[in-house]
Structures are given as structure tokens and as C-alpha cells.
């Protein structure tokens, strides 16, 4: 293949990884933002999520789309109740602190994780794909698959973004993450939107792993990665702004498309993440965000 | 921390070390073993919490300075054949510099965005052991020569895989990590330590500088770390990619969570009970990484002084 197609290709690969890391770092963007609670266990979620697609197209059986379609609407389902269980149980009691959180978020990391490995084994399985129809282009033939992740994962997060701007339950939202306090002294139950909130942000990541699963497979440590990339994405987005957290994960999801095709991948998360640390310590607002209040 | 009884916390430290000393002749040789990396570890905890308990950094990349010093001391003694004083004493060097370093970078964050800047230095510096291999060892990790592991003074010497020998070496450097610690408690710029994590506004008001002041608090806990990753190599040979990813960047912090942060004995405490309640668990369960999750929940959620710090706050305000 000539240099032209082989970066097309590199460029489709990295849009299908940038779609799904957007809608996973939404998730972790929108918690952070409205509750200030950094979620550790947002990887975790996401893997859960594949997890659980895996057991419901596996116990449904039949036509793969009919398993897959059944997986989209059920796992997202379980992962968010997952979630705002343990925030009602853990992260409403410790009062939302920052540190303690992230320490409670460490924990509930382990515990899924081994959840997942004492329940679900070590081996990673396969999910088919909905439908199998490959679009030819001159040069290469690409999976139909992959393309309707990107519109999918397009359509989810304009639609989020409407929810947030245009609703009531977006400006109910929007209001505790600018002042929780005086949000709660005009009667908005701040309480009952952090749960949403959280829950919300485990079903984004459970959907994209949905997604993501019939082309990378599900194994019970898959979350790691979603997880440092989303961290990455948040950052250099601006924490909790969401059109930088999308165009972050663009950036972001296209450069490693790119860089992982012609460099070793190792070097490539060395060079990122060390940017990313500078990013925080020297620009803390992100590239894109605005100065903290 | 009251100022009554200084003869009375140096007592009791002087009997735990002389208690630790006597298990030596006492235990059964499992244990003792056990208790030898145990030591080692508690050294490390005793390094974190030097950051997270006295000044009230939480880092979440500690693994970083551990496995610097395992790094530094273990590839000193493969590649440059170094011997074991010199290999210490560089292991402690590497951890120092690159404390430095990531102080002046970290320490221009605060709250949670220093916790994830520590996080991913640490995970730059595990990638990088992964990336140079070939020296590394990658994620097999290398083995350090059991004849290269020899203490020689003038004409004795010590073979440090030797269970007595090994766990007489951990004692005598977690009983001076202890006493450097408690030194440095008590004294002023302990003081000033506690002060920044109080209250930092105020203290840099009363005209203290506080960034160096962490800083230095920074270093302090990295070397302590790295001598004990440092030791950890020398004495038990192995040095490995495992010791620098997130999980032992976690595990200091449960067990200085677990033992009382802000204490001097703490991190033995915790250190000591976690591996006892992993050890007993074992038998009945493979599934030691959910008793890591369960812990760290319920420690913040039920008992988030830990031990010491609660046994302090009920009966004994002295301890140091």
C-alpha cells in the first residue's frame, strides 16, 4: 500500500478510537465536572460494560444484531445501576471529599476488577459484530462496522449535548456544577443530580465499550487503558468543559491512530502521557478550557 | 503530639525495635522471611507517609521513587558490578534527583491534580522500564546474582541471602528510617510540616516558605523510599516492572491509611496487619486484590485515622 491509503487507513482507525474514547471521557468529564470527584473506576465501568455484553449476547444467542441491539440497551442499564449504588453507599458518605473519593474510587476499582476476573475468568472473549457488510473503497475494503461506531458514538454525543443545553435536566445540571450551593438554595435536589450524575457517567462509559467490544473484544483489563486516555483527554479538554473534552479526544484518538501505526506503541503512551502531566502542571485549565473560578 | 513525655515515645520506639529484634530468634522461618520484607516494605510506607501524612500530599505515584531505588541499586550491581554499600547509596542518590525533579513539576499543582500528575509521572517511569528492555529486563524483571549480594568489611563479610543476616540488615534500616523519622517529627521543621498541612495560607503568611519547604519534604520521602526499594533489590534479588506500576504506588497509601497516617508507627502497623490478613485470607481465597478494594472502602468510610491515629485520639495523645 502506498504512504496516502495507509494514512487513510490510519485515520479511519483513529476515528473509530476517537468516537469511543469521546463518549467514555464524557463520562468521566461530567462527573468531575458537576460532582468534582475524580472516578478511578470509570475504566472499570467501561470494561464491565463489555463484560456484560459478552454474558447478554452469549445467553440470548440467535442472530448476532438481535444479541448485540439487546447488549446496547441492557449492559449500559446494569453498569449505571452498579454505579449509583455505589455512590449512594460510598461516595454520598464521604461528603463528596476529593481525596477521600479517589480513594474509595481506588477501591471499588480492585473490587470490580477481581469481580470481574474471580466471575468472568482471564481469558478474553469475542463478540460478534451486529453485521459483517464491508464498504470497498479503491484501496482497501473497510468494515461498515467501524463506521456506524463513529456515527453512533456521533449521534450520542450530540444528542448529550442537547440534554445539557436545551433541557431542564441539562440546566439543572449545569447549575450544580456552577454553584451547588446556591443551586441547593433555589431548590434543585443537588443530592439526587449527583447520583444521576455519576450513574450517567458509567452508562457512557458501558455504551462505548458496547461498541467497542464486537471489534477489541472483552477481557477484565480493558478498563486500564480507556481509563489513562480518558484522564488524558479530560485534561488536555479542560476539566469539565465538553467541547474540549471532544475535541481532545479527536486530537487525541487520531494522534494515536497515527502515531501507534508507524512508531513502537510504547513510546507513543511514554511521549503522551508525559505531555499530558506537563499540560496539568504548566496549563492546569487545559489547552482548551477556561481559568479555574 | 503534646510536648510531656519525649522519654516516653522514644521507650517505646527503642521496645519495638528490641521486640523486632528479639521475633528474630522467636520465629519460625516462614515467618521470618516474612517479616524480613515486611520490614523493608514498612520502610517504604514510612516514606509515603512522611508526603501524605505530615505534610498532607497525597501522591499516587510513589511506586516511582520505590522502584528508582530497586531500579538504581539492583542494574548498579548487574550491569556496573558494583558492590552492595555503593549500589545502596546510589539506589538512594537516583531517588533523591528524581524527587527533585518531579517536586519542582508536581509541586505546582495542588489537591487533585497533583495526585494525577504523580500518577502519570509514575506511569511514564513504569512505561520507560518497559521501553528499555533490554537493559530492564522489561516485565520478566533480572535477578541479582546471589555471589554479587556480599557485604565485605575488610576481611568478614556478610552474605546477604542469609535468612539471620537479611533480616538484621532490614531491622537496622527500618530502625534508623524510624528514629530519622521521629527525629525529624519532632523537630522544628516537623513542625513547620504539619503547619502546611493545616493550614498553608497562614504558614506562608507567618513567613515560612512553603515550596521549599515541601520540596524538601518531597526528597526526604523519595530517598526514603528508594532505599527501601534499593534494599528490597539487594536483599531479596529480584527487581521487576511490577514494583513500579500503580498498584505499589496504591499500596503505601493503604497501608499508611490502614496503620494511622501521621503517625511514626503506623506504617509498620499497617504494613504488618495487611500482609497478616492477606496471609490468612489466602487460604480460603485467591481474590487478594478485591480485600485491597474492601480496605481502602472501608478505611475512608469507617475509620479514616487508622489504628494509631484512632488509639491517639482516644487514650494516648502522646504518640508521636
Not at chain 1, 508507524?262 to 503522551?272: G, N, R
Amino acid at each position: 500500500m502506498h504512504f496516502g491509503p495507509h494514512l487513510l487507513l490510519a485515520a479511519l482507525e483513529g476515528l473509530v478510537t476517537s468516537a469511543v474514547l469521546a463518549l467514555t471521557a464524557l463520562g468521566l468529564s461530567l462527573v468531575f465536572g458537576v460532582m468534582r470527584v475524580v472516578n478511578v473506576a470509570h475504566g472499570e465501568f467501561f470494561m464491565l460494560g463489555a463484560v456484560l455484553a459478552w454474558a447478554i449476547t452469549t445467553a440470548i444467542g440467535g442472530h448476532p444484531a438481535l444479541g448485540f441491539l439487546a447488549a446496547l440497551v441492557i449492559s449500559p442499564l446494569i453498569v449505571g445501576g452498579i454505579a449509583l449504588v455505589a455512590e449512594r453507599l460510598v461516595l454520598r458518605r464521604l461528603d463528596y471529599n476529593p481525596e477521600a473519593t479517589i480513594v474509595a474510587t481506588i477501591g471499588m476499582l480492585y473490587i470490580i476488577q477481581q469481580l470481574a476476573l474471580t466471575f468472568y475468568g482471564p481469558e478474553a472473549r469475542p463478540v460478534e459484530p451486529p453485521f459483517t457488510y464491508r464498504i470497498l473503497l479503491p484501496w482497501f475494503g473497510y468494515s461498515g462496522y467501524k463506521l456506524s461506531v463513529i456515527a453512533t458514538s456521533a449521534l450520542l454525543l450530540v444528542a448529550t449535548w442537547l440534554v445539557l443545553t436545551r433541557t431542564r435536566i441539562g440546566l439543572v445540571m449545569r447549575a450544580t456544577q456552577y454553584d451547588s450551593e446556591t443551586a441547593q438554595a433555589f431548590g434543585i435536589p443537588v443530592d439526587r443530580v449527583y447520583g444521576g450524575v455519576f450513574a450517567l457517567g458509567a452508562v457512557l462509559a458501558a455504551i462505548a465499550a458496547v461498541l467497542i467490544v464486537p471489534i477489541s473484544q472483552a477481557h477484565y483489563l480493558m478498563g486500564q487503558d480507556p481509563l489513562l486516555l480518558s484522564f488524558i483527554v479530560v485534561i488536555i479538554g479542560g476539566l469539565g468543559s465538553l467541547r474540549g473534552t471532544i475535541v481532545a479526544a479527536l486530537l487525541i484518538g487520531m494522534s494515536d491512530g497515527i502515531i501507534s501505526m508507524f512508531f513502537s506503541p510504547t513510546l507513543a503512551k511514554i511521549i503522551a502521557t508525559l505531555l499530558v502531566a506537563m499540560v496539568l502542571v504548566f496549563r492546569p485549565q487545559g489547552l482548551f478550557g477556561t481559568a479555574a473560578r | 503530639m503534646s510536648e510531656a513525655s519525649p522519654v516516653k515515645a522514644y521507650a517505646l520506639h527503642a521496645g519495638v525495635i528490641a521486640f523486632l529484634f528479639v521475633l528474630s530468634f522467636v520465629l519460625p522461618a516462614y515467618y521470618h522471611g516474612l517479616l524480613a520484607r515486611i520490614l523493608v516494605l514498612a520502610v517504604f510506607a514510612m516514606g509515603y507517609n512522611m508526603l501524605f501524612g505530615y505534610v498532607g500530599l497525597l501522591s499516587l505515584g510513589h511506586a516511582m521513587f520505590f522502584s528508582v531505588g530497586l531500579y538504581g541499586a539492583g542494574l548498579a550491581v548487574i550491569h556496573l558490578g558494583w558492590s552492595v554499600p555503593l549500589a545502596f547509596l546510589g539506589g538512594i542518590a537516583c531517588g533523591a534527583a528524581l524527587a527533585v525533579v518531579i517536586g519542582l513539576l508536581a509541586l505546582r499543582t495542588t489537591g487533585v491534580a497533583f495526585m494525577i500528575v504523580t500518577m502519570m509521572f509514575a506511569q511514564v517511569f513504569y512505561l520507560v522500564i518497559l521501553y528499555f528492555a533490554s537493559w530492564t529486563g522489561g516485565d520478566q524483571g533480572m535477578v541479582v546474582p546471589q555471589p554479587a549480594r556480599v557485604l565485605t568489611f575488610g576481611a568478614t563479610s556478610l552474605d546477604l541471602t542469609d535468612p539471620t543476616v537479611r533480616y538484621m540488615t532490614a531491622l537496622v534500616l527500618f530502625s534508623v528510617v524510624l528514629l530519622i523519622t521521629l527525629a525529624i517529627v519532632r523537630s522544628r521543621y516537623g513542625r513547620v510540616l504539619v503547619a502546611i498541612r493545616e493550614n498553608e495560607e497562614r504558614t506562608r503568611m507567618l513567613g515560612y516558605n512553603t515550596f521549599s519547604n515541601k520540596l524538601a519534604a518531597i526528597v526526604v520521602s523519595g530517598a526514603i523510599c528508594a532505599a527501601s526499594g534499593a534494599a528490597y533489590a539487594l536483599l531479596f534479588g529480584y527487581v521487576g516492572s511490577s514494583f513500579a506500576s500503580v498498584q505499589y504506588s496504591i499500596l503505601p497509601l493503604l497501608w499508611v491509611l490502614l496503620g494511622g497516617a501521621a503517625t511514626t508507627l503506623g506504617p509498620l502497623i499497617g504494613t504488618l496487619f495487611m500482609y497478616y490478613v492477606t496471609d490468612v485470607t489466602s487460604a480460603y481465597t485467591s481474590a487478594y486484590l478485591l480485600i485491597v478494594g474492601i480496605a481502602l472502602i472501608a478505611l475512608v468510610l469507617f475509620f479514616p485515622k487508622g489504628i494509631l491515629g484512632s488509639l491517639r485520639q482516644r487514650w494516648l495523645g502522646w504518640l508521636p
